[in-house]
T-cell receptor, first 117, second 111 residues
Framework: EAGVTQFPSHSVIEKGQTVTLRCDPI?????LYWYRRVMGKEIKFLLH????????ESGMPNNRFLAERTGGTYSTLKVQPAELEDSGVYFC???????????????FGPGTRLTVL | AQSVSQHNHHVILSEAASLELGCNYS??????LFWYVQYPGQHLQLLLK??????LVKGIKGFEAEFIKSKFSFNLRKPSVQWSDTAEYFC?????????FGTGTRLLVSP
């Protein structure tokens, strides 16, 4: 079974440019999560999709970040325009359908390291 | 709001030494608890998890953790570490769906 994949693995862009990160969850997983780790800090939640719907986007930093999950399969996270403080590692995770409202194990992708110069 | 505290940011041990990494969380309701590990150059992977039942949970590679509800703790242990355990370890908690992580502990095991 293929794991969670993310593309690209690294991205270096200049301030003001746009970057789009992609995540392909494990096939059949309804739940898809985005997290970010800024250097030296903890991994922080950004948002959660259930199929194609945004269940919780309370962690999105601001309106420069736009996440989509068309068709309930892969997801993209666009940063436009990128700022220096957006640098970090962006992780995607997926988990199976939740039972009883509680999350099951989340399986993580390798992450995308974003550097904004 | 939920929060997780990992007491040790960097730990250096010799092979065969015992390991205990501290994790305390703050949350008033029912929680699910996790330890994830990230080996150099690899992605985050699950070491073990606690949802309910026996508070002493065993994970992969000889790791175990004990949930002590009264202390809001979920410490990770391993009786004898190996060089291959060099990695970063993350404690995480979820009360509903999103994971809340601690800052991570970098473990270096010297041969």
């Amino acid at each position: 079974e293929a794991g969670v994949t993310q593309f690209p693995s690294h991205s270096v862009i200049e301030k003001g440019q746009t970057v789009t990160l992609r995540c392909d969850p494990i096939s059949g997983h309804d739940n898809l999560y985005w997290y970010r780790r800024v250097m030296g800090k903890e991994i922080k939640f950004l948002l959660h999709f259930v199929k194609e719907s945004k269940q919780d986007e309370s962690g999105m930093p601001n309106n420069r970040f736009l996440a989509e999950r068309t068709g309930g399969t892969y997801s993209t996270l666009k940063v436009q325009p990128a700022e220096l403080e957006d640098s970090g590692v962006y992780f995607c995770a997926s988990s199976p359908k939740i039972a009883g409202g509680y999350t099951d194990t989340q399986y993580f992708g390798p992450g995308t390291r974003l550097t904004v110069l | 709001a939920q929060s997780v505290s990992q007491h040790n940011h960097h730990v250096i041990l010799s092979e065969a030494a015992s390991l205990e990494l501290g994790c305390n969380y703050s949350y008033g309701g029912t929680v699910n608890l996790f330890w994830y590990v990230q080996y150099p150059g690899q992605h985050l992977q699950l070491l073990l998890k606690y949802f309910s039942g026996d508070p002493l949970v065993k994970g992969i590679k000889g790791f175990e953790a004990e949930f002590i509800k009264s202390k809001f703790s979920f410490n990770l242990r391993k009786p004898s570490v190996q060089w291959s355990d060099t990695a970063e370890y993350f404690c995480a908690v979820t009360g509903f769906q999103k994971l809340v992580f601690g800052t991570g502990t970098r473990l270096l095991v010297s041969p």
